[in-house]
C-alpha cells in the first residue's frame, strides 16, 4: 500500500532514525514501511501518525490528491456504471458528527471498525431510544451503549436508562446526559 509517511516526515525534518525512535521501530523498518516493502497494520499507522501529528487517513496514499477514487455506482440488481475515476472523500454530517475507532469488539461492532455518531439536539433526544449510541453523562464519561428508556419524571431532566451493548453487561438508571449521538454509519476495512 503506498503511502505519505516519507513525506511527512521529511517536511519535518525527522530522519527514519528519529522517527523510529518516537514509535518504537528501527530506522530499517520504517523506510521498508515507507517504500511499502513492510505491511502497515492499523496500529502502525496509528502509532505513526501521532507521532508526525497528522491523522492515520492522511498517510495513506490513494494516489489522487482527495483520497479514494469513485469509479462507478451501483444499480438496479447490482449493476455497475462505470466511469471516468473521480476523487471521492467522505464526507462527515455536519459539525455535530463524532468519529470512534474501536480497539476492542462491543456488541455487534469489531475492532477497527470506525463509528460515527451524530449528536442529537435536546428536542430530539427521544429519537435516541432503542438505539445503539455514543453518550457523554454529566460528568464527562463517555460510553458506547443502548439508549433503553427516558426518565418520565421532570425533576430528572429527561434522564436517560442505558445499558452495555456485551449482552446487557451493565446497566446505568437515570443518568443526565451532556450528549447522545446515535451511530449512523460503521466503516470497516477488510484486507
Known amino acids: 500500500m ?15 532514525a528519529a522517527l523510529g525512535a518516537a514509535i518504537g521501530l528501527t530506522p530499517q523498518s520504517v523506510s521498508r514501511i515507507e517504500t511499502g516493502k513492510m505491511r502497515l497494520s ?10 508526525l501529528n497528522v491523522s492515520p487517513a492522511d498517510l495513506l496514499d490513494s494516489g489522487a490528491s482527495g483520497g479514494a477514487m469513485l469509479t462507478g455506482e451501483i444499480g438496479a440488481d447490482g449493476a455497475c456504471s462505470v466511469f471516468d475515476p473521480q476523487p471521492f472523500r467522505l464526507a462527515l454530517p455536519g459539525p455535530n458528527a463524532q468519529l470512534v475507532r474501536l ?4 456488541g455487534p461492532y469489531r475492532s477497527g471498525e470506525y463509528l460515527v455518531c ?8 427521544d429519537s435516541a431510544l432503542g438505539q445503539d449510541c455514543l453518550v457523554e453523562l454529566a ?4 460510553h458506547l451503549c443502548r ?3 427516558r426518565a418520565a ?5 429527561g434522564a436517560f436508562t442505558l ?9 446505568l438508571r437515570d443518568q443526565p446526559l451532556a450528549w447522545i449521538a446515535p451511530v449512523r454509519m460503521r466503516l470497516q476495512f477488510t484486507p
Not at 480497539?103 to 462491543?106: L, M, P
Not at 419524571?153 to 431532566?157: C, E, L, V
Request: charged share 30%.
Open 2 to 16: 503506498r503511502n505519505k509517511i516519507r513525506h511527512f516526515r521529511q517536511q519535518r525534518g525527522l530522519t527514519l
Open 42 to 51: 492499523t496500529g502502525w499507522m496509528e502509532r505513526i501518525a501521532a507521532a
Open 103 to 106: 480497539t476492542q469488539s462491543c
Open 118 to 125: 451524530v449528536r442529537l439536539p435536546e428536542s430530539r433526544r
Open 139 to 142: 460528568d464527562g464519561a463517555r
Open 147 to 149: 439508549a433503553v428508556t
Open 153 to 157: 419524571n421532570p425533576r430528572k431532566g
Open 163 to 171: 445499558c452495555g451493548l456485551d449482552s446487557a453487561s451493565w446497566v
